[in-house]
């Protein structure tokens, strides 16, 4: 624990430790405290409620996943997250209605016999 450290951006605690560095060679702290892992000063942007908006309408749109990133410019693995929890949130009930019982008819011509 060092005072160079920076305080945890989840609970503000200053006892922090070196925990390693990410893909770019960033420096990784952890949290002693709350146990958070993070990076002093990200690259990574915040999603606005714009950009996740238009990402909901461009899922109802049956727009590909792929392409959803590449529009809004949006990583992949936050894509992926973004989706996965909003399929969890989903309210999903089957309404299945019974048919009436009726006949049933089966037709067929002579060329189902032929191989």
Known sequence: MSAMNPPCPSCCAQHTVKNG?????????KCQV??????????KKV????IKALIDKLLLERVSLAGIARAT?????WRQDYVNAKYRETYRQVN????PKGKLTIECDEA???A
Do not use: L
Not at 34 to 43: D, L, M
Not at 47 to 50: K, R, V, W
Not at 73 to 77: A, E, F, I, N, Y
């Open 73 to 77: 410019g949006v990583s992949k693995k």
């Open 47 to 50: 999603i606005s409620q714009e």
């Open 34 to 43: 709350c146990g958070r892992q993070f990076v002093e000063s990200p690259s």
């Open 96 to 99: 299945v209605k019974e048919k």
């Open 112 to 114: 189902w016999r032929r």
């Open 21 to 29: 560095r990410i893909h770019n060679k960033k420096r990784k702290y």
